[in-house]
């Protein structure tokens, strides 16, 4: 099948590599994920001194409601962005391809931040930032599950089926992410796996799919 060009795919590829290339070779990579990440205690009343709120070492703070976007353009290091670009690219192309441009951008702005929330609900006063794109990439893989995954047939039904298939995904996304964090555990980021934002992310994907592909071909 041949799919047309993914264009709003690639460039949230070019803006996310763009920027982790950016403050790598600053060397600012640990400032940035605080002035930049999104940190559920600057949510959380008296969780971060007035002060803080300010600058980090003369790097202001990105404001409040802009650091769920913020924070997916910041990563551990190189595995953190490669796994989580390698996913989007895939899974990307696919989800563009039935929802169109606009409907991928919407489900990775609404990813994101759905995916922030589930981190807040998850540790309210949490002072460390949460970075990467894993929360909103989770809400493309999310749409993929269910606008593509029917292929094993678990249930004679096809809601079921489809919900299966999804949850399937899911769980296989949470192991990777956690054989990720493994596997980077020690570097700049950490380790530590955002596990709520991921399937936050991932739900706001399954609730998304079906209205962004009616939306898409009811304005056509």
């Given at each position: 099948?041949?799919?047309?060009?993914?264009?709003?795919t690639l460039a949230i590829l070019g803006v996310t590599i763009a920027s982790w290339l950016l403050v790598s070779w600053s060397g600012l990579g640990d400032i940035a994920a605080y002035a930049g990440g999104f940190i559920p205690a600057r949510f959380s009343i008296g969780?971060?001194?007035?002060?803080?709120?300010?600058?980090?070492?003369?790097?202001?703070?990105?404001?409040?409601?802009?650091?769920?976007?913020t924070a997916t353009l910041l990563h551990g290091g190189f595995i953190h962005i490669a796994f989580n670009m390698l996913i989007l690219g895939l899974c990307?192309?696919?989800?563009?391809?039935?929802?169109?441009?606009?409907?991928?951008?919407?489900?990775?702005?609404?990813?994101?931040?759905?995916?922030?929330?589930?981190?807040f609900l998850a540790g309210p006063t949490e002072p460390w930032p949460m970075i990467g794109a894993s929360g909103a990439v989770s809400a493309v893989i999310g749409a993929y599950a269910l606008l593509y995954g029917e292929k094993r047939r678990t249930f004679a039904n096809?809601?079921?089926?489809?919900?299966?298939?999804?949850?399937?995904?899911?769980?296989?996304?949470?192991?990777?992410?956690?054989?990720?964090?493994?596997a980077?555990?020690?570097?700049?980021?950490?380790?530590?796996?955002?596990?709520a934002a991921h399937i936050g992310g991932f739900f706001a994907g399954l609730a998304l799919a079906q209205p962004l592909l009616l939306l898409r071909y009811r304005r056509a």
């Open positions: 099948m041949q799919l047309p060009p993914a264009r709003a969780g971060v001194a007035p002060t803080l709120e300010m600058s980090v070492r003369g790097i202001p703070f990105a404001p409040r409601w802009l650091t769920p976007l990307g192309r696919f989800v563009e391809a039935a929802i169109g441009a606009r409907g991928i951008v919407i489900l990775y702005v609404v990813g994101a931040y759905v995916a922030a929330f589930g981190h096809r809601r079921l089926n489809q919900l299966a298939n999804a949850l399937w995904l899911a769980a296989a996304w949470v192991l990777l992410q956690l054989m990720v964090g493994l980077s555990w020690g570097g700049s980021g950490g380790g530590g796996i955002a596990i």
